[in-house]
């Protein structure tokens, strides 16, 4: 490399990229992209030798001090991570740092200025220089006693500016195993790890569907603590290798960026509940929170369970975890029941297969609600007999005893899964919902929103917005769906209660738009299209929801059609007695439509009429 003095130039051009290597910034197109320290000298580092392989050891001997206290395999993992989200790069298709498998690191992309920027090691120290190092050494020595002393005089040495610790989020994990086929095992020991740290009363934990935003993401960590609400940020990664597994994770102080702790876990797969339960122990000893007897215990629950078992599992979290339709969430069941047949006492995979046929049973899913009800139902059961502490499972069996109007059983279960995981957003919404449905709304909306507070992105707001309809704050209900849309503007579910509000308002044209995407989205689910018909009639449209009646009635003569489908088509069209006929076979399928009998503004035409209070006094809402 040449030798260069202060005077030259500090500044490298790569691509639309530029490093400012005196200012520690780079910049693309001339705007300023955040990057942290590290991450920018590992960038700096790369820039010196383009086109060539930089070795992870030279990495650490320059970058990472032998006395460096810091997990170094993670920490440079951590930050070419880093560099590649800034960069817009990746590991599988890279532009600008390859990585050079068990070696290092190549810069790829053409640079202009490499050679005259990075300076040189300064020459050896003159004997006058050693002279004065060792005196600067002397009065670094006593101003550091000094300081002990002060900090000892203090209390100890946590610096007052640190606040304590007891909310955090934990990152997606990154998969670098180099195969994007083991992306649904990073996942799942994601969503492990947050489900065992949030059955810890006094610390709050941002839900799995909320941190999956950043999983790719650049922003940084103090953004992403903000943007979250949030003390520290765990982040980490995943790698599988045969039958082995490690997982390396840090806990990151949120405001600062400042690391708290890093430890690398190394397992056989079979293993891996044991690893799992090991890095929730060793975060929980990190933050400022008290952990009960029985806490420390669940924590420390882990039963071994067979590769096989478990990747078969994750694999039906993951296809359930993206399900917009009946299709994805019975693929789910396939890889649920796949792992029941290898291990018939792996209590989770019972809890997957009856939070999957929980949701089959609602009119947006659509299907038969006595089918899906009665397999989630002994599912659950099940799962409770093996691991009567999963608070999953307590909110799944609340839910299914809603379905079966047994509202008594169904508070007591959402407050008993409270009881277990305070951070469970599910339990919040569950209860949030049962108090909607006996008409309490402000009780509800209370629920909903302590909800939010630990799945802030997610579509939790569209319950939010649902609870708001439902209690006629339209206005509120339109800002708050409309919000989530900007995150998640394909989500199907949030479009079907928007089309609601919008048909509620009198603004059925306006309706029309997001149902059809809904439609299009959800396979056309008949939940929607009952809905769908209710805009096209209120819009003058009327051939148009004949046309949609039509096809639902086509459908029900060649397989099922919920009858909430039908309810809310004929209450759309003025028929009053086809709606009444459409509530009875409702009752009698246990529908989920009736659940909102109380509080839902369509049947508010209905009210007055005997036949409709009778109806209300048999699903116990009178």
């Known amino acids: 490399m040449a030798e260069t003095s202060d005077s030259g130039s500090r500044t490298i ?88 498998a068990r070696r290092g690191y190549r810069f790829l992309a053409p640079v202009n200025g490499a050679q005259t920027v990075i300076a040189v090691a300064p020459p050896p120290p003159t004997s006058q220089h050693r002279r004065m190092m060792v005196a600067a050494g002397v009065v670094l020595l006593l101003g550091i006693g000094a300081l002990a002393l002060m900090l000892i005089r203090n209390g100890g040495g946590k610096s007052s500016q640190e606040s304590p610790i007891k909310s955090i989020a934990v990152l997606p994990l990154g998969n670098l195993s180099g195969d994007p086929a083991q992306e649904y095992l990073a996942d799942g020991i994601t969503e492990a790890l947050i489900g065992r740290l949030a059955g810890i009363h006094d610390l709050r934990v941002i839900s799995r569907t909320s941190v999956l935003r950043f999983k790719e993401t650049h922003l940084s960590v103090p953004e992403i603590s903000k943007t979250l609400g949030v003390d520290a940020i765990v982040e980490g990664s995943v790698i599988r290798e045969g039958s082995r597994i490690r997982v390396t994770a840090q806990l990151i102080r949120g405001a600062t960026d400042g690391h708290v702790w890093s430890e690398t876990f ?37 039963p071994s369970v067979s590769p096989e078992v478990y990747e078969s599992y994750l694999k039906g979290r993951f296809a359930l975890g993206k399900s917009n339709s009946g299709a994805e969430i019975e693929e ?42 009665e397999a989630a139902m002994s599912a659950i059961r099940k799962a409770l007999e093996l691991d009567p502490d999963s608070a999953e499972a307590h909110v799944i069996l609340a839910d299914l005893q809603e379905q079966q109007w047994h509202w ?16 469970n957003p599910a339990a919040h919404k569950g209860l949030s919902g049962w108090m909607l449905r006996q008409g309490r709304t402000d009780e509800a909306l209370t629920w909903a929103k302590r ?12 319950d939010i917005g649902w609870t708001l309809f439902q209690a006629r704050r339209y206005d509120e209900a339109l800002q708050e769906l409309r919000s989530v849309l900007t995150i998640e503007p394909n989500d199907a579910k949030t479009l079907w209660y928007l089309g609601y509000v919008l048909i509620a308002t009198n603004q059925p044209e306006g309706a029309i738009p ?58 759309g069209l003025g ?36 036949r409709f209070k009778d109806l209300v006094r048999r699903v116990g809402l009178n």
């Not at 890095?279 to 990190?286: L, Y």
């Not at 792996?346 to 947006?364: C, D, E, K, M, Q």
């Not at 056309?524 to 009327?542: E, K, M």
Request: hydrophobic residues 40%; charged residues 30%; negative net charge.
């Open 266 to 302: 190394d397992r056989e797969l079979r293993d891996v509940l044991a690893l799992e339960s090991e890095v929730a122990q060793s975060i929980a000893q990190k933050v400022e929170v008290t952990v009960t007897g029985e806490e420390h215990e669940r924590l420390r629950k882990a």
């Open 408 to 423: 008594t059983e169904a508070e007591a279960e959402y407050r008993r899964a409270l009881e277990l995981n305070s951070s």
């Open 13 to 100: 051009q790569f691509g639309n990229f530029e490093a400012d290597l005196r200012a520690g910034e780079l910049r693309r197109d001339g705007s300023r992209i955040k990057l942290q320290e590290q991450p920018f000298r590992v960038l700096t580092l790369l820039l010196e030798y383009p086109g060539e392989v930089v070795s992870r050891e030279e990495l650490r001997n320059r970058l990472w001090p032998a006395d460096t206290f810091v997990d170094f395999d993670h920490s440079l993992n951590a930050a070419i991570r880093r560099l590649r989200d800034a960069l817009g790069d990746s590991a599988e298709d890279p532009k600008f740092v390859e990585t050079v």
């Open 332 to 373: 789910s069941i396939r890889y649920f029941e796949e792992a029941l047949n290898r291990d018939p006492r792996f209590a989770p995979a019972y809890v997957g297969v009856a939070r999957a046929n929980s949701a089959l049973s609602t009119i947006f899913m659509g299907a038969r609600p006595e089918d899906a009800r």
């Open 451 to 462: 909800g939010r507070e630990l799945d802030p992105l997610a579509v939790s707001g569209a």
């Open 575 to 610: 028929e009053r007695d086809q709606s009444f006929a459409a509530l009875e076979q409702a009752y009698n399928e246990r529908s989920a439509i009736l659940q909102f009998l109380k509080v839902h503004p369509f049947f508010d035409p209905l009210r007055d009429d005997p």
């Open 514 to 571: 997001p149902l059809e995407k809904a439609l299009t989205l959800s396979d056309r689910s008949p939940g929607i299209i009952g809905v769908l018909i209710r805009a096209y009639a209120h819009a003058g449209r009327r051939a148009d929801a004949l046309k949609l009646l039509a096809e639902l009635k086509k459908r029900k003569l060649a397989g099922y059609v919920p009858a909430g489908a039908f309810v809310n088509a004929y209450l």
